[in-house]
C-alpha cells in the first residue's frame, strides 16, 4: 500500500491524475522561538515567557498539490496530544473528506504513519495511496517551510502563557499561511523536486 521509501512517483501520481500531498507534523510551545532583532545599543531585548510548566502542542499540516494545475492549498489541525496512529488516521480522513479522486500522501516514516489506524484507512478508501520520504530527507518536504515561516514570522516573540492562547495563536498563523497559494508554491519550488506547481 505504501511505497518502500525511494520518494514520491510523481509519473504514476500523474497518469492516475492523483493530488499530491505533502504532509508532516511539528510542535509549538508557549516558550517562544528565539530570533534575532535590533534593539537600543547596551540594552538587550528581552521577551517575557515562562521558564517552567510550558506548555507544548502538536500540530499537523499538508500542502495540497490538485491534479491538473498543480495549484497549492494548504491545511492544518492542532491535535489534541501527540501525533499518534489514531490522530494521522483522523487527519487522513478529513484530507479524503475535502479532496475528491485519487489521493497520494508523502511523508516520512514516522511510526504513527505506520500504526495499524492508518492501516485501516488505507484499507477502507482504495483511492488512498502513500508515499514514503527518503530518511532524514526534511528538505524534500514542502511543509517543512510552512513550519519554518510559522516559527520565524508569526509564532516569533509571541507571549503566550496558556495553551489555548497559543492554540489560538497558532491557527490564526496557520491559517493566513495556508490560504497564500503564492507562498505555498514558493515553498513547493524551494525543494527543487521535479514538480511543476501554479500559483504565482
Known sequence: MASGGGGPDR??????????VFADETGVSTQPPVRKTWGVKGKTPVVESPQRGRKRLNVIGAIALSPVRRLARGMSTVLDGPANGERCAEFLRSLLASIRGPVVVIWD????????????????????RLERLPAYAP?????EGVWQHAKSCGLRGHLCFEAERLRDLAEDVLEGINTDRRLLAGFVRQTK?????GGG
Open 11 to 20: 509519473g504514476k501520481a500523474e497518469e492516475e491524475g492523483a493530488t499530491l
Open 139 to 143: 528538505e524534500l518536504n514542502p511543509e
Open 193 to 197: 523536486l521535479p514538480i511543476r506547481v
Open 109 to 128: 516514516n514516522l511510526a504513527a504513519h505506520r500504526a495499524k489506524e492508518v492501516k485501516e484507512v488505507l484499507g477502507r478508501h482504495p483511492r488512498l
